[in-house]
Nanobody
Framework: VQLQASGGGLVQAGGSLRLSCGVSGRTFSNYAMAWFRQAPGKEREFVAAITWTGSSPIYGDFVKGRFTISRDNAKSLVYLQMNSLKPEDTAVYYC????????????????WGQGTLVTVSS
């Protein structure tokens, strides 16, 4: 199973980005998906998670309505729409997957993508 994240880049504060993560090698709809991020010198942080069907997404406390996680099982993709970006959102964003819904806990996700860098300038 491979996870491939994309969509990162440089954006000004207040701007938007949409990250995508594709899953290959397995049936995508069997996996709960999540996004985490890690800023330089900081621990990995939970961003958002979504169940197999796309119901009941949950978010990190810092999101405050700015991000939306969604998935398209037909395309085997999970998305993270990020709006009103702030410089403190600068980090490498990772997608993660597991057949069991892991919620906010990184340790509960067995599959990880390589990460995509998001840089928000002030």
């Amino acid at each position: 199973v491979q996870l491939q994240a994309s969509g990162g880049g440089l954006v000004q504060a207040g701007g938007s980005l949409r990250l995508s993560c594709g899953v290959s090698g397995r049936t995508f709809s069997n996996y709960a998906m999540a996004w985490f991020r890690q800023a330089p010198g900081k621990e990995r942080e939970f961003v958002a998670a979504i169940t197999w069907t796309g119901s009941s997404p949950i978010y990190g406390d810092f999101v405050k309505g700015r991000f939306t996680i969604s998935r398209d099982n037909a395309k085997s993709l999970v998305y993270l729409q990020m709006n009103s970006l702030k410089p403190e959102d600068t980090a490498v964003y990772y997608c993660a997957a597991d057949r069991e819904y892991g919620g906010r806990l990184a340790l509960r996700y067995n599959l990880w993508g390589q990460g995509t860098l998001v840089t928000v300038s002030s």
